[in-house]
């Protein structure tokens, strides 16, 4: 949640309250004042405010740098193991109704960063310098990654913080690692700044409750009612401006200097709600604040939400319950399995559709202008709806589903209301089958069914009949990048060679190698492509829940198969006419499991009709005043042989290294070669072809070794 203005004003005008301590020394102290010895002091992090910290990666516009991005998370969670420190995380898993309006206010307001996010790789040729958006799905992602270190993680299923303070105080936590004013509200374990955190001493400040209660001149019962006066999510500033214009006129007649800036307006609140409290009773009393009933109501419902188990100050009716959304739809095991692999951030959507019955996605780097490049929120709806009908006719027939509503965020979509989505059809042989049996069946014949589930979701179940063949992780590439050729007309053999170059490339590159990669420039199509695969990443996890897990998740995962500056560098050598052994860094091991991948999909798009067609977009530069800095592009606008030639510029032993490969995935027998497509215009797309602009690397980078820098130029280049 958080309270507006509140750790501004813990941090600017309370410095009493702002306490330097060393992690490490707490921990200590706290395993010292308890009983039992064998368990390691814990702090409770609340890992979406650490998302922002934790990816440092330079790239953030490219679809993410999921291999750097693991390294720097292991590191993170081994200098808190190393010295004894547990550690236990909690995600965001839901969006409470009561917080519905402040949600959809922050996806606006974000839709407006990325339009200035893409106009400005249009103009400038760069990522902006300070990452305003972060990867998509990164939260969610994140989860699986901690899990693969070994980490104890939660998702919340009512509000994140209200469950964070709650576990903090019943496993007696000694801090909570964030940066949400609100767990100062709480009363709970101490809030620690993740903002000031050190990692190399691990000391950052502690919020000292009782220090903020002497400045305000409050009791600690009263913190609630400071909080839902001065807003937060759920009672909006809105809702309780007519108090806090009373408090700062009441407070400017004794401090004429004041206004309702900066902290001035925490300290006039403050100043107000002194009265609120009833010293004789020592109990929180509204009565002398004049308050209308309906202001009361809403206060009181506020109060409570900060009110942990046995804190309540007043009476409620607002205990969370679960109450499944379509339980006459599934078995009550079904529900509780849902419900447990959701809270320990096993799985994925299912939660929402089964026992929400709501589905959300927050915003995606997606270019409103590129009429070309369907939203994400479309391309995978097809997808979204077969995972319906597979989860809820269970116990239906396919014309008495319920629809569920999504709340996802894309060009045109005002998010007023929710779209209400009907479930399809999905495989006549999956429909047969009951989810008890594909959830919790053992036998051969339903490790089979789970996989036709799992791709005839994807539109692809032809896939199924090559598990096993290749690793699973490249199966999941090559059923994403199908599924996305069949339902986005737009896309051409160049965005295939460039998806499937890149998951091909990756298994052989190390985080740090990934990092030399140099970019002679950003497209903004490139962009919003690696966002679109993520994206798909996601729904892939999201159908595999569903299915019964026949993948294994880790398979799933974007640092498996995916890396954004890598895609980058293969989609501008893929629309630059690379051959192809060039474009698999000159390595035929890698070159033949490309080839056979490119083979499957062509062959699936000829069964269904879709004409896939060779498309180049190659990047155009402006003519400038100046030519100093100007790279060497051709006349047709392909890149020099200098820089196409080196592939993705890696070091030199590769192709040693990609020969251990030979044979390994040899099942189709493809002959190596560029495929020479028909060129008639291309049969299912009526949009124009469009040219996007050459694009410079955001900021200078040294020079590494032996690696040799791609073309750069400072000068901005022209649309």
Not at 54 to 76: A, H, I, R, T
Not at 585 to 597: A, E, I, Y
Not at 606 to 618: A, D, G, H, T, Y
Not at 633 to 657: K, P, V, Y
Request: proline fraction near 5%.
């Amino acid at each position: 949640m958080g309270v507006k203005g509140l750790q501004y004003f813990l941090d600017r005008c309370c410095p009493q309250a702002c306490v330097t301590v060393n992690l490490r020394e707490m921990a200590r102290q706290h395993a010292a004042q308890t009983t039992d010895h064998t368990c390691r002091p814990t702090l409770v992090v609340d890992g979406m405010a650490c998302l922002r910290r934790w990816y440092m990666c330079e790239d953030w516009v490219c679809g993410g740098q999921w291999k750097e991005y693991m390294d720097v998370l292991q590191s993170w969670v081994e200098t808190f193991t190393s010295v004894n420190i547990g550690l236990v995380f909690f995600f965001d898993g839901v969006v409470e109704e009561k917080k519905r309006i402040e949600w959809t206010r922050r996806r606006c307001r974000v839709n407006k960063d990325v339009a200035n996010i893409f106009s400005h790789i249009k103009m400038h040729g760069k990522q902006p310098v300070s990452p305003s958006c972060l990867p998509s799905g990164l939260a969610t992602f994140t989860r699986f990654a901690l899990k693969s270190l070994g980490q104890k993680v939660f998702c919340s299923v009512q509000e994140a913080d209200y469950e964070i303070a709650s576990y903090a105080l019943r496993e007696e936590c000694f801090g909570i690692l964030g940066f949400d004013s609100d767990f100062i509200i709480y009363d709970s374990a101490p809030y620690l700044s993740v903002a000031k955190l050190h990692m190399d001493t691990l000391t950052t400040v502690k919020y000292d409750r009782q220090k903020l209660c002497q400045k305000l001149e409050l009791s600690l019962p009263q913190l609630p009612l400071l909080a839902c006066v001065l807003g937060n999510d759920v009672v909006s500033e809105e809702q309780m401006k007519h108090i806090r214009n009373a408090a700062i006129a009441t407070y400017r007649e004794g401090n004429p200097a004041s206004n309702s800036q900066d902290g001035h307006m925490v300290l006039a609140v403050s100043h107000y709600l002194k009265s609120s409290w009833n010293r004789e009773e020592e109990e929180l009393d509204l009565s002398p604040l004049n308050l209308s009933e309906t202001d009361e109501e809403v206060l009181k419902k506020g109060i409570c939400l900060y009110s942990l188990s046995g804190q309540k100050p007043f009476q409620s009716n607002d205990s969370h319950t679960f109450l499944p959304a379509f339980k006459k739809y599934v078995s009550p095991e079904v529900l509780e399995s849902c419900r447990e692999t959701h809270i320990t951030a096993e799985g994925f959507m299912v939660y929402g559709v089964l026992c929400e019955g709501v589905l959300e996605c927050s915003n995606s780097l997606e270019d409103e202008d590129d009429k070309e490049l369907l939203p994400q929120a479309v391309v995978y709806k097809p997808c979204r709806r077969r995972m319906y009908c597979l989860l809820l006719q269970d116990r239906g027939e396919d014309d008495d589903l319920p629809v569920i509503k999504e709340w996802f965020v894309y060009a045109g979509n005002p998010l007023k209301q929710p779209d209400l989505v009907q479930p399809a059809t999905v495989s006549p042989k999956c429909s047969q089958h009951n989810l008890d049996l594909l959830w919790f069946g053992s036998s051969p014949e339903v490790s089979n069914l789970r996989l036709l589930a799992f791709f005839s979701i994807l539109d692809c179940p032809e896939f199924s009949e090559i598990h096993g063949d290749i690793d699973d992780s490249l199966l999941a590439a090559l059923c994403l990048v199908t599924y996305m050729v069949l339902q986005v007309p737009a896309l051409s053999l160049e965005d295939v060679d460039a998806y499937l170059s890149q998951a091909v490339c990756l298994r052989l590159k190390s985080s740090q190698e990934l990092q030399q990669i140099e970019l002679p420039a950003l497209s903004s199509r490139a962009v919003q492509l690696g966002c679109l695969y993520v994206r798909g990443l996601s729904h892939l996890l999201g159908a595999n829940c569903a299915s019964g897990s026949p993948l294994a998740w880790e398979a799933l995962m974007p640092w498996q198969n995916f890396d954004g500056r890598l895609f980058h560098s293969k989609y501008l050598l893929s629309h630059s006419n690379t051959e192809h052994l060039v474009l698999l860094d000159n390595n035929v091991s890698s070159l033949s499991l490309f080839d056979n991948l490119r083979k499957k999909i062509i062959e699936v798009c000829e069964s269904k009709n879709r004409v896939l067609q060779s498309r180049p977009k190659p990047c155009e530069l402006a003519n400038r005043s100046s030519n100093e800095h100007q790279p060497s592009w051709g006349r047709s606008g392909h890149q020099s042989a200098g820089w196409r030639g080196r592939g993705d510029l890696r070091r030199r032993g590769w192709g040693e290294r990609g020969e251990s490969e030979r044979g390994r995935h040899q099942r189709y027998d493809v002959r190596p070669g560029h495929f020479s497509p028909d060129t008639s215009p291309y049969s299912n797309d009526g949009h124009q072809q469009r040219g996007f602009p050459h694009q410079s690397r955001s900021r200078p980078r040294p020079r590494r070794g032996r690696y040799q820098m791609a073309p750069r130029w400072p000068a901005a280049p022209g649309n």
